[in-house]
């Protein structure tokens, strides 16, 4: 079974500075990794995802996250925050079927992002 | 294409009462997840469709949880006898075919039990 580890539930930063939001995962088979925002009462949006290839993802919004197997994390940074991120992000896991698999998704239990000005 | 569209937005209901969310798919997306999310948590898997075949169900979905997509398009998701520890966000996702392909998610369903 696969688990994901969000190492901080909260991550107050002031706007214009770096960012990184920690997620480590376990699992006994390959997984595909993921990152999502939510925003105050909508639903959830992907930011960038992690298949297989350069380890180094780029996504939405200017976020990008690395993905290190040795350590079993995927974290997700941007180099300049807005007031705008502020918002809470999920980091996910599902094992990396053959073709026709489908992505059952499991969560982290979230990080909120707060940007002061 | 507006995306996944849920409703209700919010449901308040009382203890014993049933209750049923409606999910409208992307459409030309033949997979369907139920998520439910409680305050503080990340969002947990419900159940899976692929068309109107209902694949997986997770030990989260007691008895009283049904789902049904009749006709491999929208989904109802129902609770019967509601409980307050069913208080929570239903999120309904759909994705095309293929190994992972990314799932689009609707604003869920806010539900309130008193």
């Known amino acids: 079974a696969q688990s994901v580890t969000q190492l901080d539930s909260q991550v107050p930063v002031f706007e214009e500075a770096p960012v990184e939001l920690r997620c480590n995962y376990s699992s006994s088979v390959s997984v595909y990794l993921f990152w999502y925002v939510q925003y105050p009462n909508q639903g959830l949006q992907l930011l960038l995802k992690y298949l297989s290839g350069s380890t180094l993802v780029k996504g939405i919004n200017g976020f990008e996250a690395e993905f290190n197997k040795s350590q079993t994390s995927f974290h997700l940074r941007k180099p300049s925050v807005h007031i705008s991120d502020t918002a809470e992000y999920f980091c996910a896991v599902s094992e990396s079927w053959a073709a026709g698999g489908y992505n059952k998704l499991i969560f982290g239990a979230g990080t909120r992002l707060a940007v002061h000005p | 294409d507006t995306g996944v569209s849920q409703d209700p937005r919010h449901k308040i209901t009382k203890r014993g009462q049933n209750v049923t969310f409606r999910c409208d798919p992307i459409s030309e997306h033949n997979r369907l997840y139920w998520y439910r999310q409680t305050l503080g948590q990340g969002p947990e898997f419900l159940t899976y469709?692929?068309?109107?075949?209902?694949?997986?169900k997770s030990r989260l979905l007691s008895d009283r949880f049904s789902a049904e997509r009749p006709k491999g398009s929208f989904s109802t998701l129902e609770i019967q006898r509601t409980e307050q520890g069913d208080s929570a966000m239903y999120l309904c996702?759909?994705?095309?075919?293929?190994?992972?392909?990314?799932?689009?998610f609707g604003q869920g369903t806010r539900l309130t039990v008193v």
């Open positions: 469709f692929q068309n109107e075949a209902q694949l997986e």
């Open positions: 996702a759909s994705s095309s075919s293929g190994a992972n392909t990314e799932a689009f």
